[in-house]
């Protein structure tokens, strides 16, 4: 099994940030993609024919818009459905949004989605109503949901020959690869270091590693050179 994990591009609250110098005040919930972030991610597509990148056989992606927005030029490339996924959306925090955020977003109804991506196959679960209902999320549960996830992706996948593509956010993707390496978090679920993922870059990994069937390699970290110098963004 081959893994490849894949960052959104750049999002509006990424693109706030930098341009209001780190203001905080003005995040939006569930941004979608800026028009960089849209370059971004139709430039890994494009990667995909021209490099030694692996070539996922299937793709999964987050619900939320940045992501499945970076996942609709994959797939269509690929020729791949984007399977979203509830369980893959960045962690849960007020952070995602607006500071006097009282409640998460409940994410983009179904339709909405699919206008984004109409390569998306829509999970049950997300409806015209959104598809988050849970509350914030400490990083604490959301270690817990990346070790659920790992447990489901090993299940499903480990000891074949695909090549698995995800869809998804800086934060999560931290705890997807540290479950999988067998780094995990303090008991806070607070990280003691972060491993830099720019928009649209990739982690690539094989299971089992060369060593060990338990033991991942890890093929690279942060890999963008599908970017030019002023093309990236954190």
Not at 4 to 20: K, Q, T
Not at 129 to 135: R, S
Not at 151 to 175: M, R
Request: hydrophobic content about 45%; glycine content about 8%; some cysteine.
């Amino acid at each position: 099994m081959r893994l490849l994990l894949i960052r959104h591009g750049e999002s509006e609250n990424n693109g706030i940030y930098r341009d209001s110098g780190g203001d905080l005040s003005q995040l939006v919930a569930d941004p979608g993609l800026t028009p960089l972030g849209q370059r971004q991610a139709e430039k890994l597509a494009a990667f995909f024919a021209v490099s030694d990148l692996p070539r996922p056989d299937v793709l999964y992606t987050s619900l939320m818009k940045r992501a499945v927005a970076t996942a609709a030029p994959i797939a269509a490339a690929l020729d791949l459905a984007a399977i979203g996924r509830l369980d893959l959306h960045e962690v849960a925090v007020a952070g995602d949004g607006p500071l006097n955020a009282t409640a998460p977003a409940a994410g983009q109804p179904a339709s909405a989605l699919r206008q984004l991506n109409p390569h998306l196959v829509v999970p049950d679960g997300a409806t015209e109503q959104g598809w988050y209902t849970g509350p914030f999320e400490t990083p604490a549960v959301a270690w817990e949901r990346a070790e659920r996830f790992t447990e489901w992706l090993l299940a499903t996948y480990h000891g074949t020959d695909n090549c698995i593509g995800l869809v998804g956010h800086g934060w999560f993707h931290q705890l997807i690869l540290r479950a999988l390496v067998l780094h995990p978090p303090l008991p806070d679920g607070m990280l003691q270091s972060w491993f830099r993922m720019y928009n649209t870059a990739t982690i690539s990994l094989v299971l089992p590693g060369h060593f060990a069937d338990e033991v991942a390699d890890v093929h690279w970290v942060n890999r963008f050179d599908h970017l030019e110098p002023d093309e990236l963004t954190v």
